[in-house]
């Protein structure tokens, strides 16, 4: 099986990712961190920059798409190429960054990319309002997240729920993020797992 996990900056995709990877004995799968041949150009000079590197994100993420529909055990990703599509590639092209015709190129790219790849069998989106993701993004200090614009996290959590609710395809389980601190109590944690084995497996019926 293929889970993935979505949601917007300081969610807690990255810890979940982990504790239900540790709880079910799946395997975690993190976008690669290589060397983007684009980047040191692309904050020189953003907009000519940003079609360029937008593509190469997305052969990247194609990429670890293959690898995980060749694999024999299940796999459960932080961050799917679909978010990287319609959330962020979506608020470049909104924040005029992508022009109209590059940002068509692009969907169209995506869109052929589409016929070889298939939806996640299951995405767990970690829904969370702006507030709760500032208080974690403050809580896990890394210094470089600190000056994000509270309207940038915002534009982010709009375009979030646009693409669950209106353009993703896939099955999605919501989960209600603020009222809960899954890393450091069972019980949240505990419910979590209720929802995924009643969605996968049928277990725990209403």
Known sequence: ???????????????????LARHYGW????????YNPYLEDYYADIPRWSFALE???????????????KADHTIIQDRSIFEGVYVFTANNHAMGNLDDRDFETY????????????????????RA????????IQ??????????????????????EDFIF??????????DADPLDFQHTPHDFAGIIDKIDRTLFGLFPE
């Open 107 to 126: 969907m169209e790219l995506f869109e052929s990319m589409l016929y070889i790849v298939r939806h996640p069998d299951l995405m767990i989106y970690l």
């Open 1 to 19: 099986m293929h889970i993935a996990v979505a949601g917007n900056i300081g969610s807690g995709k990255t810890t979940l990712t982990n504790m």
């Open 27 to 34: 395997e975690p799968r993190f976008e690669a961190v290589d």
């Open 129 to 136: 309002s702006v507030p709760h993701l500032v208080e974690n």
């Open 166 to 175: 209106n353009k993703y395809r896939g099955r999605v389980l919501v989960v």
């Open 55 to 69: 593509v190469y994100f997305l052969k990247q993420r194609f990429r670890d798409l293959l690898d995980i529909a």
């Open 139 to 160: 809580k896990r200090g890394r210094d470089y997240e600190q000056t994000i614009p509270i309207d940038y996290l915002a534009n982010l959590n709009d375009r979030y």
